[in-house]
């Protein structure tokens, strides 16, 4: 089962030196770019309120709601989705709500980003299959984590979702005729995700082109029915993100955000994942306690110091 997975991470970080991290009043966005959790922001200018000002404590814009998606091409969460479910903790914790979204729906096409070439298609029932038991996976980490690391500091909530929800009440034309007038061609298809598979011997689909289409839908649909205004994913994810803040500003006037998170790699440098055949499993029943341990310990020097900065939990005085 899952839900003991992050007495597994004290296992393998707190050897390493591991400590709570105190960030003093520099702020939580700014505290975890220094420490290497968060990547990127976008945008960065241009807005009428800067992203920052969102989670200042002191304005009438806290809490926030923010989200990051999880498509079930597997049963089980992996080690490469690790610092986009810490980023939600830190966030969580600060006192803000997130949302764990479950690409349900999303998953039947495959996301293209970081990819070579197409996913190997999932029959129905096996993306259902799939997407339940990462519900409760991710509600078990997230349940785990209170028990372990709550602080007597007012949480924000922690909410799982799957886009199935609202794509199964959709119809194509209908959904065309209302979203695609919005999305420029020539935008897509400038996607850095876009353009190498473009290059590439195999292609690509145009399952797999409509893609950043649905994933834009998605936050404007989080957007209206949450308030939700930041997207949390891994940097292949930024080329998804810009097309729902152009979707959303089109739609609205409003401005929304985006914040990306390192992908963790492999000591090749690959990123890890069950289609790359190197997933390290959040999952005893997949991968042991002392399998996750000896992946960590395997990690070059400047890995294990990097784990060190960006996996420390303590998020006081944000």
Known sequence: MAAPIFRSFSWVFLPLGLRKAHSGP??????????????????????????????????????????????????????????????????????????????????????????????????????????????????????NHQQLFTDGRSWGSFTVLDNSA??????????????????????????????????????????????????????????QRYGCRVQLGGSDQLGNIMSGYEFINKLTGEDVFGITVPLITSTTGAKLGKSAGNAVWLNRDKTSPFELYQFFVRQPDDSVERAETCTAHDCTNY
Request: glycine share 10%; aromatic share 12%; net charge positive.
């Open 26 to 143: 520099q702020g939580l966005l700014a505290a975890q770019k220094a420490r290497g959790l968060f990547k990127d922001f976008f945008p960065e200018t241009g807005t009428k309120i800067e992203l920052p000002e969102l989670f200042d404590r002191g304005t009438a814009s806290f809490p926030q709601t923010i989200y990051c998606g999880f498509d079930p091409t597997a049963d089980s969460l992996h080690v490469g989705h690790l610092l986009a479910l810490l980023g939600l903790f830190h966030l969580q914790r600060a006192g803000h709500n997130v949302i764990a979204l479950v690409g349900g729906a999303t998953a039947r096409l495959g996301d293209p980003s970081g990819r070579t070439k197409e996913r190997e298609a999932l029959e129905t029932e096996r993306v259902r299959a799939n997407a339940r038991a990462l519900r409760l996976g991710l509600e078990a980490l997230a349940a």
């Open 166 to 223: 609202w794509y199964q009440k959709q119809h194509l034309v209908d959904f065309l005729a209302a979203v695609g007038g919005h999305f420029r061609m020539g935008t897509l298809l400038s996607r850095q995700s876009v353009q190498l598979r473009l290059k590439s011997a195999e292609g690509m689909s145009l399952a797999e082109f409509f893609y950043q289409v649905l994933q834009a839908y998605d936050f404007y649909y989080l957007f």
